[in-house]
């Protein structure tokens, strides 16, 4: 069983930045494929940026170029720098954890941007 309690949204004016925090419980969080997805109103759940257990990265082509996932093993922790915020990132953030076909979430993050 993982926890994942996830931190850091906000309310931030377009052009801004905000870091997204996910704490992991469980002692083999390295071996997770970690990933940040979106989900507003009306929509469907989007991946937004994904990490595997050996480091590689991808992300949604709406984010590439100003979002960054990172995670650190030592902290049990998965970042999502998000840089030049546009108001259709609006929405809520979920942490995800998969290994196998285990798969956990967080309660997710509120994130709204707007002048």
């Known amino acids: 069983q993982v926890q994942l309690v996830e931190s850091g949204g906000g309310l931030v004016q377009p052009g801004g930045s905000l870091r997204l925090s996910c704490a992991a419980s469980g002692s083999i969080f390295r071996r997770y494929a970690m990933g940040w997805y979106r989900q507003a109103p009306g929509k469907q759940r989007e991946l937004v940026a994904a990490?595997?257990?050996?480091?590689?990265?991808n992300y949604a082509d709406s984010v590439k170029g100003r979002f960054t996932i990172s995670r650190d093993n030592a902290q049990n922790t998965v970042y999502l720098q998000m840089n030049n915020l546009k108001p259709e990132d609006t929405s809520v953030y979920y942490c995800?954890?998969?290994?196998?076909?285990?798969?956990?979430w967080g309660q997710g993050t509120q994130v709204t941007v707007s002048s």
């Open positions: 990490i595997t257990s050996g480091g590689s990265t």
């Open positions: 995800n954890a998969q290994l196998s076909t285990l798969r956990y």
